[in-house]
């Protein structure tokens, strides 16, 4: 079965700390995503992999970097947290193609206080 | 450039309603694809179907009905006889075929509260 894991559910950082998500993925996917959610926002797209060491900035990549040195791999890199990264980050992740679905992970509930 | 509107931000309805969540999309290309995802409280999105835009059949799966009416660039979801699982939000997404990177494009998510 499918499956995308983020390393933690909930996370409690604080303001100025650079904080590390990790998301893994074990279908052998091309594409990997990172997105944030808010109330009435919906998903913002952060960045996007199409493949190891490539990466496309997304809707709202500022304050983010990403690493993806290994294909099931992508990491989400506050390089210094602030209270409005405050957020639920997903990462999800797809088979090559515009008609593939989406795998998401579970989200990691990330407060920064 | 794509966007993709969920009008009605939060439903409430009462177990064995039918409910409708609407998708109303904009994009200037002739070949896509639309999906929609629900998203329970535990929060991993689950994919639930994915339409191409040449394909304009209704499809019904158990309770749940899609609507897709390229006239209107609507892809309008239906769940007959509500349950008080199906509280979740729900997102209708858009991919393109043709530029590149197909980074799919969500709408903000319709909140969908079944009462018991």
């Known amino acids: 079965d499918v499956k995308v894991t983020q390393s933690s559910r909930y996370l409690v950082k604080r303001t100025g700390e650079k904080v590390f998500l990790e998301c893994v993925q074990d279908?052998?996917?091309?594409?990997m995503f990172w997105y944030r959610q808010d109330p009435g926002l919906g998903l913002r797209l952060i960045y996007f992999?199409?493949?190891?060491?490539?990466?496309e900035k997304g809707d709202i990549p500022e304050g983010y970097s990403v690493s993806r040195e290994k294909k099931e791999r992508f990491s989400l890199i506050l390089e210094s947290a602030s209270t409005n990264q405050t957020s639920m980050y997903l990462c999800?992740?797809?088979?090559?193609?515009?008609?593939?679905?989406?795998?998401f992970g579970d989200g990691t509930r990330l407060s920064i206080l | 450039a794509q966007k993709v509107t969920q009008a009605q931000t939060e439903i409430s309805v009462v177990e064995k309603e039918d409910v409708t969540l609407d998708c109303v999309y904009e994009?200037?290309?002739?070949?896509?694809?639309l999906f929609w995802y629900k998203q329970p409280p535990s929060g991993e999105l689950v994919f639930l179907i994915r339409?191409?835009?040449?394909?304009?059949q209704n499809e019904i799966s158990g309770r749940y009905s899609w609507n897709f009416q390229k006239s209107t660039s609507s892809f309008n979801f239906t769940i007959t006889a509500s349950q008080v699982v199906d509280s979740a939000v729900y997102f209708c997404?858009?991919?393109?075929?043709?530029?590149?990177?197909?980074?799919?494009?969500f709408g903000r998510g319709t909140s969908l509260i079944v009462h018991p």
């Open positions: 999800a992740s797809s088979i090559q193609g515009s008609h593939q679905p989406q795998h």
């Open positions: 279908m052998d996917h091309e594409n």
């Open positions: 992999s199409y493949d190891v060491k490539m990466k």
């Open positions: 994009t200037r290309d002739t070949t896509y694809y």
């Open positions: 339409r191409n835009s040449f394909d304009e």
């Open positions: 997404a858009l991919r393109r075929v043709s530029g590149g990177s197909y980074i799919p494009t």
